[in-house]
């Protein structure tokens, strides 16, 4: 982790899946102040899933058991898209993996954050290009893709075609600072980098 914070505030999770909760204990673990918020109800159970996973991780060494409660307490859960937001510096987007449903997300994230926030998405098949179509700020947007097993392993960070070096470069500072080893796509193909290897191997194996 670095010695200084790239992102002064707090940070937006939107969708509180398997994925979400991944990303929330990711932050945390990192002393970031998470503020959850998911238009399903898994957002209920997070804390309780967090609790678990956070606990496990201490089982195998790589958290010590007296910094369970405070991971778990960086973690704030909201019933209000605007209130969970409204003070964030970056907001991850982790909802399911449905175009329209994400960009209707992103029109609600949009119409309560402000134009310096970065955003990110979670996204395993969809390339911000798409995604971004019709944002006010499609600057600020960047995939953000994990490879994740009891903790994120690293991340894809594929630009779209509007979305500033400045945002790029933010984002890979970052993903130093929450301990993620980042792996710049410079070119939005299907699946990005890791499915495509992966999927290649599995029909391989098969």
Request: charged share 20%.
């Amino acid at each position: 982790m670095s010695g200084t914070r790239t992102l002064d505030g707090p940070l937006g999770l939107v969708g509180a899946g398997y994925i979400g909760h991944l990303f929330a204990q990711q932050f945390a673990l990192a002393s970031y102040e998470v503020r959850a918020w998911s238009p399903g109800r898994s957002v209920r159970t997070l804390h309780d899933r967090l609790r678990q996973s956070v606990s496990t991780l201490a089982e195998i060494g790589v958290v010590e058991p007296s910094d369970i409660d405070d991971v778990v307490g960086r973690v704030s859960i909201h019933d209000d898209l605007a209130t969970a937001l409204t003070p964030c510096a970056a907001v991850m987007e982790s909802v399911v993996e449905d175009a329209e449903v994400k960009s209707a997300c992103y029109r609600d994230i949009g119409a309560v954050i402000g134009a310096e926030v970065l955003l990110w998405s979670a996204t395993s098949n969809f390339p911000m290009t798409q995604l971004a179509a019709g944002m006010a700020h499609p600057e600020r947007a960047v995939v953000v893709h994990p490879v994740q097993t009891q903790l994120i392993i690293f991340v894809e960070v594929v630009a779209g075609e509007h979305t500033s070096e400045e945002t790029v470069t933010t984002t890979m500072r970052f993903c130093d600072d929450v301990d993620l080893r980042a792996v710049r796509v410079r070119k939005e193909i299907p699946g990005f980098l890791w499915n495509r290897v992966w999927f290649s191997m599995l029909r391989e194996m098969l």
